[in-house]
């Protein structure tokens, strides 16, 4: 269920970072308490009522809505990060860009095996972070109850890569 | 109130970022709930009962509790990022660092004149970045009720660059 005015609160950026991209800025939403709140209340509604043992959030925008569904779920939280931004030991996995490669970690200690897992982010573009970040959770051992994303860019259909988990999304562009 | 429970979640990671500094990793207490829960608790009691507009998190570890804050706060939330990942119009504040100059950018209509604020990040060490995010607030009209902090180096003495407010931190390090 997106209400429209939830929607109203994104804010489109032509060129950012690079010209040809419209980049949705949800810090819009994020200042508006009552948005925020909104926003929330729906996607916890996703996943209220499963037992969930870890949170992980995708850095950093992930991390806003994703330690708030901790904290509603009585889960820890996890961060996924760049490479050479965890301290400790880490896994790491590769995804392929449009020009290049770039990789995501997460604590090696972070999840334990038979952890049910709730992932967050807050964008789904074409689903190359996710399906690393899935990866990682699946490596560590833990079981991905639910994929949650605050918006998905439908057109670039980052979804195909993430079939066999259940994925939600708030808001929904079907094109830029 | 710092419950030793607390403090002994916390990992130290001997030369991260780099050799001779012994990096406070608090992705530990992150992810047991037990911990996560009790410290934002400890948190929450800090500001609980004040009227709080927007609670502002320092990126990118200050958006963990700080989203948390701002959920139980029925506040909105606002991000201080570094140079370049914010997508509108800036304020941009420059602090020094031991060897250089670093920034710390936040949107410029993210606050309104006479919201009451609460800055919310992870570590004060020198109270450099946390001073810079302090003028982005002031400068966009903004009032500072209150800043805190997961963990403070006490040593370092960052708490002297933000004497005229009300400082709060839960787990104090007196030495390395």
Request: net charge negative; glycine share 10%; with cysteine.
């Amino acid at each position: 269920m997106v209400t429209t005015d939830l929607s109203q609160l994104i804010r489109s950026i032509p060129d950012f970072p690079k010209k040809g991209i419209v980049f949705k800025d949800i810090t819009t939403l994020w200042k508006d308490k009552d948005g925020l709140k909104g926003a929330f209340n729906e996607l916890y509604g996703f996943i209220e009522g499963k037992h969930i043992d870890k949170v992980v959030g995708v850095e950093s925008r992930g991390f806003v809505f994703g330690a708030m569904l901790a904290d509603r779920l009585n889960a820890g939280f996890v961060p996924v990060r760049k490479p050479g931004k965890l301290p400790a030991m880490t896994l790491k996995e590769n995804y392929v860009l449009e020009y290049g490669v770039d990789a995501v970690e997460m604590h090696e200690d972070a999840i334990e095996k038979g952890d049910k897992v709730l992932i967050h982010d807050d964008l789904l573009a074409t689903g190359g972070t996710m399906e690393a970040a899935c990866k990682l959770v699946e490596k560590a051992g833990g079981e991905i109850v639910q994929i949650s994303f605050l918006i998905e860019l439908a057109f670039l259909k980052g979804r195909d890569k993430l079939s066999k988990y259940d994925v939600r999304s708030l808001i929904s562009y079907d094109s830029e």
